[in-house]
């Protein structure tokens, strides 16, 4: 599994930011449609765009709040890290 930030603008909305979710075919074969459904309840506001063994994951940030005290970097490196735990307990 690897997440790389593919995206992080900033917009006349606020800011978007995309994150791509590379897994091998084991992996994704894992992730079932209820995990899906998890994924989109748990990151409310975000998009899920499953194709082959990727995800692309988006969302725009009309305001920065809760993370009004972080950078918008810092804000980016949070959501990764729950990304990633959320993928490690999906696919294993």
Same mark, same amino acid.
């Given at each position: 599994?690897?997440?790389?930030?593919? #995206?992080?603008? #900033?917009?006349?909305?606020?800011?978007?930011?995309?994150?791509?979710?590379?897994?091998?075919? /084991?992996?994704? $074969?894992?992730?079932?449609?209820?995990? #899906? /459904?998890?994924? $989109?309840?748990?990151?409310?506001?975000?998009?899920?765009?499953?194709?082959? /063994?990727?995800?692309?994951? $988006?969302?725009?940030?009309?305001?920065?709040? %809760?993370?009004?005290?972080?950078? %918008?970097?810092?804000?980016?490196? $949070?959501?990764?890290?729950?990304?990633?735990?959320?993928?490690?307990?999906?696919? /294993?």
């Amino acid at each position: 599994m690897d997440i790389t930030q593919k #995206k992080l603008i #900033k917009t006349s909305d606020g800011w978007q930011v995309d994150f791509l979710v590379t897994l091998t075919e /084991n992996e994704f $074969s894992k992730i079932k449609l209820e995990d #899906k /459904n998890v994924l $989109s309840e748990y990151f409310k506001g975000y998009s899920f765009d499953f194709h082959e /063994n990727n995800v692309l994951i $988006s969302r725009i940030f009309f305001r920065m709040e %809760p993370w009004e005290d972080e950078t %918008p970097e810092e804000m980016v490196q $949070s959501i990764l890290k729950e990304i990633k735990d959320l993928f490690r307990k999906l696919i /294993n």
